[in-house]
């Protein structure tokens, strides 16, 4: 069993910067794909960006070039490097885990968080 520790979220203005973090507690081994999704209130869950276990990325067309996704496997840790902000990527972000890339493009990972509020406003 794998359990997803998130941290980072909260209020920034539009065009600041936030760092999300996710730290994984339990097993790591069968973990192939590490990724983030987010929800908006209303609309469906969305995958933002994802990350292999030898590193090759992956991001929506609305928050490429403006985010990050790295991790640390010695930490077991996931990031999002989130720039440029804007009112609409506020959302409730969760980080995933799962064996592989496939379950993560169909909004099925193994593994879910518990999710991290981003509010981008004035």
């Known amino acids: 069993q794998v359990q997803l520790v998130e941290s980072g979220g909260g209020l920034v203005q539009p065009g600041g910067s936030l760092r999300l973090s996710c730290a994984a507690v339990g097993s790591f081994i069968a973990i192939n794909a590490m990724g983030w999704y987010r929800q908006a209130p209303g609309k469906q869950r969305e995958l933002v960006a994802t990350?292999?276990?030898?590193?090759?990325?992956n991001y929506a067309d609305s928050v490429k070039g403006r985010f990050t996704i790295s991790r640390d496997n010695a930490k077991k840790t996931v990031y999002l490097q989130m720039n440029s902000l804007k009112p609409e990527d506020t959302a409730v972000y969760y980080c995933?885990?799962?064996?592989?890339?496939?379950?993560?493009?169909?909004?099925?990972?193994?593994?879910w968080g518990q999710g991290t509020q981003v509010t981008v406003s004035s």
């Open positions: 995933a885990a799962s064996t592989s890339m496939l379950t993560m493009a169909r909004r099925t990972p193994a593994y």
């Open positions: 990350i292999t276990s030898v590193g090759s990325t």
